[in-house]
């Protein structure tokens, strides 16, 4: 009977790999979901050569190249799909977080405006995408006021957030507070978030990155409660977990265990804790533990990942000046 179930399943799952394997768009989203950026691509790569015309196509393969840190073809490929297609608005979306990243990266305020402007778009051709409203809130709130920057437009997005789901509008104003030097609103609405029963970890995610950089672990022990309680496999649990007993400063055998199996076990994306943050953690377990030389080579390591990283750089400068 038990040979008659796993043929059976088999012949039911059978006309959905094949469906996949003949759908390269398909075969490729399930490769970027598994985190492998570079083969997505080259099946999304191959693909477009032969179907120009289709924007999915290229959209796709402008994510693919953003995780992957080549911001000028993933700029390129998501060009290209919103001239196919100017009407999607998650197109613009994330053709404005690729023109923000390589604003920061160039210092450019001719990016930066066209940031604002791709986000404004993303908004207005659906009101209802809370991600590129909390984008654009985000980018009036950062942005010097010649490049569009206005807190009273920031405001109004989260309001507009509020309005439409009310854990994301307290994560809204949360976020806002804190780009402005607010922490006591901040950590006032992170406790409301806290408090709420989410359906899934990533709004606790967000308060605990909060409490993470404000060193603050009885918070922070709530926000990883909180995930455990609905999400105890979830694969970024580990370097919360990591970090909570780093900040606390006890079992960091166990810290560097958590920190170390996350760093092996994940890959480097765009939703989940960056590595670069992981490592320069680490090496504050290793500083910790007194093993100062393997703590900067965790921070040498970080700023290898992500060059522009201030927690890696300064953990690191602090470092230096021990040593010397």
Known sequence: MRRLIVVGTLLLLTPLLWAAAQNPLETAKQAFLAGRFAEAAATLK???????????????????????????????????????????????????????????????????????????????????????RRALMEFYASAPWIVGGSRSKAQEQITAIAAQNRIQGELAQADYDHMIGNLAGARAQYQKVLAENAASPTEYYEAADFYAGQRNAADLQRAVGQVQRIAPNDPRLGYYQGVLLAIQNKQLEEAETYLKAYLAATVDRTNYPPHADARTWLGHVYEEMGRRLEAAEQYRAALEIDPNSGFAKQSLRLLEKQLN
């Open 46 to 132: 191959q693909a477009a050569q032969s179907g120009p015309n289709n924007a999915m196509l290229h959209y796709w393969l402008g994510r693919c190249y953003y995780e992957l840190r080549h911001n000028e073809q993933a700029s390129e490929e998501v060009e290209k799909a919103i001239k196919l297609d100017g009407r999607n608005s998650d197109f613009h979306f994330w053709m404005g977080r690729i023109y923000g990243r390589m604003a920061e990266t160039h210092r450019s305020l001719w990016l930066g405006i066209k940031t604002g402007k791709e986000f404004q778009m993303a908004v207005q051709l659906n009101p209802k995408n809370i991600p590129a």
